[in-house]
T-cell receptor
């Protein structure tokens, strides 16, 4: 089945530093999504990417949909303490039978030291 | 506008019992999807309902079932609970369906003992 390899698993950074995380797969996806989950909350969608090669920004966040459609990265610039949380990538595709699937990475836990 | 509401927030059940979780979508949203989140397996898609019909289904055994009512509220049922069913169960709703434009609730934390 489809799997997403998300790295790194965790990151410890200083406030103000830039952060980069990525997801790779052997499968091709139609859409890539990046979510953030805070403790006790559900995931919140940060960025959605719909086209191979697409580069999209949302404030200090920038994400790209890989040309091969098998990977994506998320960058956070000038990190702040409220960036702390778990970041998930997700890939969307349709199966041969026409069903829609959403596959998630295992997450990157970000800790920001003030 | 109220967000996705899941009830209860926490639940403890005994192995072998069954459980029903509830999800009220954002007003006007017709699609509800369900996910299981565990430390080991991460976030996994269970199924999606749109206009009272199951439209997509993940790779979970038949013990996991769901339904959607005419007001778009959805319930998920797990029968014959196993210890491994302990997880955070999340639901998400979207206006027209599709898994990529959905808003998540806070989840129901199920513990099976």
């Amino acid at each position: 089945g489809q799997q997403l390899n998300q790295s790194p698993q965790s990151m410890f950074i200083q406030e103000g530093e830039d952060v980069s995380m990525n997801c790779t797969s052997s499968s091709i996806f139609n859409t890539w999504l990046w979510y953030k989950q805070d403790p006790g909350e559900g995931p919140v969608l940060l960025i959605a990417l719909y086209k191979a090669g697409e580069l999209t920004s949302n404030g200090r966040l920038t994400a790209q949909f890989g040309i091969t459609r098998k990977d994506s990265f998320l960058n956070i610039s000038a990190s702040i303490p409220s960036d702390v949380g778990i970041y998930f990538c997700a890939g969307q595709l349709y199966t041969e039978g026409g069903s829609e699937k959403l596959v998630f990475g295992k997450g990157t836990k970000l800790t920001v030291n003030p | 506008k109220a967000g996705v509401t899941q009830t209860p927030r926490y639940l403890i059940k005994t192995r072998g019992q069954q459980v029903t979780l509830s999800c009220s979508p954002i007003s006007g949203h017709r699609s509800v999807s369900w996910y299981q989140q565990t430390p080991g397996q991460g976030l996994q898609f269970l199924f999606e309902y749109f206009s009272e019909t199951q439209r997509n289904k993940g790779n979970f055994p038949g013990r996991f079932s769901g339904r959607q009512f005419s007001n778009s509220r959805s319930e998920m049922n797990v029968s014959t609970l196993e210890l491994g069913d302990s997880a955070l169960y999340l639901c998400a709703s979207s206006v027209l369906g599709g898994l990529t434009e959905a808003f998540f609730g806070q989840g129901t934390r199920l513990t099976v003992v």
